[in-house]
Nanobody
Protein backbone atom coordinates (compact mmCIF):
# COMPACT_ATOMS: atom_id res chain seq x y z
CA UNK A 1 0.00 0.00 0.00
CA UNK A 2 1.30 3.40 -0.97
CA UNK A 3 1.39 6.06 1.71
CA UNK A 4 1.03 9.71 0.72
CA UNK A 5 1.94 12.54 3.09
CA UNK A 6 1.09 16.08 2.09
CA UNK A 7 2.39 19.19 3.82
CA UNK A 8 2.92 22.91 3.35
CA UNK A 9 -0.60 24.25 3.57
CA UNK A 10 -1.68 27.13 5.74
CA UNK A 11 -3.50 30.42 5.97
CA UNK A 12 -2.41 33.10 3.52
CA UNK A 13 -3.78 36.39 2.30
CA UNK A 14 -4.99 36.79 -1.26
CA UNK A 15 -2.06 37.36 -3.56
CA UNK A 16 0.26 35.30 -1.39
CA UNK A 17 2.15 32.10 -2.14
CA UNK A 18 2.50 28.62 -0.72
CA UNK A 19 4.56 25.59 -1.67
CA UNK A 20 3.02 22.20 -1.06
CA UNK A 21 4.99 18.97 -0.80
CA UNK A 22 3.94 15.35 -1.01
CA UNK A 23 6.06 12.33 -0.24
CA UNK A 24 4.99 8.98 -1.67
CA UNK A 25 6.20 5.72 -0.17
CA UNK A 26 6.74 3.70 -3.31
CA UNK A 27 10.02 2.37 -4.61
CA UNK A 28 9.01 3.05 -8.20
CA UNK A 29 7.80 6.62 -7.75
CA UNK A 30 9.74 7.81 -10.79
CA UNK A 31 7.70 5.81 -13.29
CA UNK A 32 4.36 7.26 -12.26
CA UNK A 33 2.55 10.35 -13.40
CA UNK A 34 1.60 12.28 -10.28
CA UNK A 35 -1.02 14.89 -9.66
CA UNK A 36 -2.28 17.43 -7.21
CA UNK A 37 -5.99 17.41 -6.49
CA UNK A 38 -8.11 19.66 -4.33
CA UNK A 39 -11.49 19.53 -2.67
CA UNK A 40 -13.30 22.63 -1.53
CA UNK A 41 -16.15 22.46 0.99
CA UNK A 42 -19.29 21.11 -0.61
CA UNK A 43 -17.56 20.39 -3.90
CA UNK A 44 -16.16 17.33 -5.61
CA UNK A 45 -12.46 16.67 -5.69
CA UNK A 46 -10.83 18.11 -8.81
CA UNK A 47 -7.53 17.57 -10.54
CA UNK A 48 -5.34 20.67 -10.34
CA UNK A 49 -2.10 19.70 -12.07
CA UNK A 50 -0.18 16.66 -13.27
CA UNK A 51 3.42 15.80 -14.01
CA UNK A 52 4.42 12.71 -15.94
CA UNK A 53 7.57 10.62 -15.70
CA UNK A 54 9.33 12.78 -18.29
CA UNK A 55 8.53 16.04 -16.52
CA UNK A 56 5.68 17.00 -18.80
CA UNK A 57 3.01 19.00 -17.01
CA UNK A 58 -0.66 19.84 -17.38
CA UNK A 59 -2.83 22.28 -15.47
CA UNK A 60 -6.47 23.05 -15.00
CA UNK A 61 -7.27 25.95 -17.31
CA UNK A 62 -8.19 28.28 -14.48
CA UNK A 63 -4.81 27.79 -12.80
CA UNK A 64 -2.38 28.19 -15.65
CA UNK A 65 0.31 30.73 -14.91
CA UNK A 66 -0.30 30.71 -11.16
CA UNK A 67 0.54 27.13 -10.12
CA UNK A 68 3.65 25.10 -10.96
CA UNK A 69 3.99 21.38 -10.36
CA UNK A 70 7.41 19.74 -10.09
CA UNK A 71 8.96 16.56 -8.78
CA UNK A 72 12.15 15.24 -7.23
CA UNK A 73 12.36 11.52 -7.93
CA UNK A 74 15.35 11.09 -5.62
CA UNK A 75 13.13 12.22 -2.74
CA UNK A 76 9.91 10.55 -3.91
CA UNK A 77 8.38 14.01 -3.69
CA UNK A 78 6.05 16.08 -5.81
CA UNK A 79 5.62 19.82 -5.23
CA UNK A 80 3.02 22.43 -6.03
CA UNK A 81 4.13 26.04 -6.05
CA UNK A 82 1.07 28.27 -5.76
CA UNK A 83 1.36 31.98 -6.48
CA UNK A 84 -1.17 34.81 -6.66
CA UNK A 85 -3.53 32.82 -4.49
CA UNK A 86 -7.23 33.66 -4.52
CA UNK A 87 -9.96 32.94 -1.96
CA UNK A 88 -11.44 30.42 -4.40
CA UNK A 89 -8.23 28.38 -4.08
CA UNK A 90 -9.27 27.53 -0.53
CA UNK A 91 -9.48 23.73 -0.29
CA UNK A 92 -7.82 20.63 1.05
CA UNK A 93 -5.04 19.67 -1.34
CA UNK A 94 -4.06 16.08 -1.99
CA UNK A 95 -1.52 14.34 -4.14
CA UNK A 96 -2.01 11.00 -5.84
CA UNK A 97 -1.12 9.15 -8.96
CA UNK A 98 -2.44 10.62 -12.18
CA UNK A 99 -2.49 9.72 -15.85
CA UNK A 100 -3.82 6.56 -17.50
CA UNK A 101 -3.41 4.38 -14.39
CA UNK A 102 -5.65 6.66 -12.36
CA UNK A 103 -5.37 7.46 -8.70
CA UNK A 104 -4.49 4.91 -6.05
CA UNK A 105 -7.38 3.92 -3.82
CA UNK A 106 -5.54 5.28 -0.80
CA UNK A 107 -5.58 9.04 -0.17
CA UNK A 108 -3.42 10.85 2.34
CA UNK A 109 -4.74 13.29 4.91
CA UNK A 110 -4.26 16.24 2.60
CA UNK A 111 -3.10 19.71 3.53
CA UNK A 112 -5.48 22.61 4.14
CA UNK A 113 -4.98 25.79 2.16
CA UNK A 114 -7.02 28.78 3.25
CA UNK A 115 -6.83 32.06 1.37
CA UNK A 116 -8.33 35.11 3.04
CA UNK A 117 -9.61 38.09 1.09
Amino acid sequence: QVHLVESGGGLVQAGGSLRLSCVASTAIFSIYSMGWYRQAPGKQRELVATIDNTGGTTYADSLKGRFTISRDNAKNTVYLQMNSLKPEDTAVYYCNRAGSLGAWNYWGQGTQVTVSS
